[in-house]
């Protein structure tokens, strides 16, 4: 069966710090992969999504970026944290569809407090 | 432009009650449709999605949603609710060959004892 991590849970950073976040999935191959920021518990925005190693979609200009090292990982970094990029990061994989993306598996998340 | 709308941001209804939580969807061809749950601090859970078939789509928890194409709507629904299904509930959508999900607002259901 399929499992999806994130790491670290939680994670309180500084203005200004670096920033780096994993997700990796494990039991498929090639999946697409995304990563969404949740503010105050509500709505998703999708950040970037990539179909394939070395493939990122940015959806929403930000001092963020995502790199897909591996078939498996994908990584969210940033080089200057902003008070503005707290939130509840989630990671998901979704099987690759020829209509549309099909169901997205969400990681358990990480919750990040910039002060 | 695609979009999808979830116009409660609460629903309150009693244990044992049948509760609906609405979702509207605008896109171009011919949408997947789908629903999440999320319980507080934890990443979202599928309960269930219509790509094509039968309009009327069972999931998980005994939640079931029906896609009505002429009213664009895809309504979640559960004939008798759990104090348990207390919960932020996502609507989404995904269309023509685009690998990427478009997710609503969010709907938080309480079920009251």
């Known amino acids: 069966s399929q499992t999806i991590h994130q790491w670290p849970a939680t994670l309180v950073q500084p203005v200004g710090s670096p920033l780096s976040l994993e997700c990796t999935v494990e039991?498929?191959?090639?999946?697409?992969l995304y990563w969404y920021r949740q503010a105050a518990g509500r709505g998703l925005q999708l950040l970037f999504y990539?179909?394939?190693?070395?493939?990122i979609s940015s959806e929403v200009p930000q001092n963020l970026s995502a790199s897909r090292p591996q078939d498996r990982q994908f990584i969210l970094s940033s080089k200057k944290l902003l008070l503005s990029d707290s939130g509840f990061y989630l990671c998901?994989?979704?099987?690759?569809?020829?209509?549309?993306?099909?169901?997205?598996?969400f990681g358990p998340g990480t919750r990040l407090t910039v002060l | 432009a695609q979009s999808v709308a979830q116009p409660e941001d609460q629903v309150n209804v009693a244990e044992g009650n049948p509760l609906t939580v609405k979702c509207t969807y605008s896109v171009s061809g011919n949408p997947y449709l789908f629903w999440y749950v999320q319980y507080p601090n934890r990443g979202l859970q599928f309960l269930l999605k219509?790509?094509?078939?039968?309009?009327l789509v069972k999931g998980s928890y005994g939640f079931e949603a029906e896609f009505n194409k002429s009213q664009t709507s895809f309504h979640l629904k559960k004939p008798s609710a759990l104090v348990s299904d207390s919960a932020l509930y996502f609507c989404a959508v995904s269309w023509g060959g685009y690998q990427k999900v478009t997710f609503g607002t969010g709907t938080k259901l309480q079920v009251i004892p």
């Open positions: 039991g498929t191959s090639n999946p697409n």
């Open positions: 998901a994989w979704s099987p690759w569809a020829n209509g549309g993306a099909d169901t997205q598996y």
């Open positions: 219509y790509i094509t078939g039968d309009n």
């Open positions: 990539s179909v394939g190693i070395g493939q």
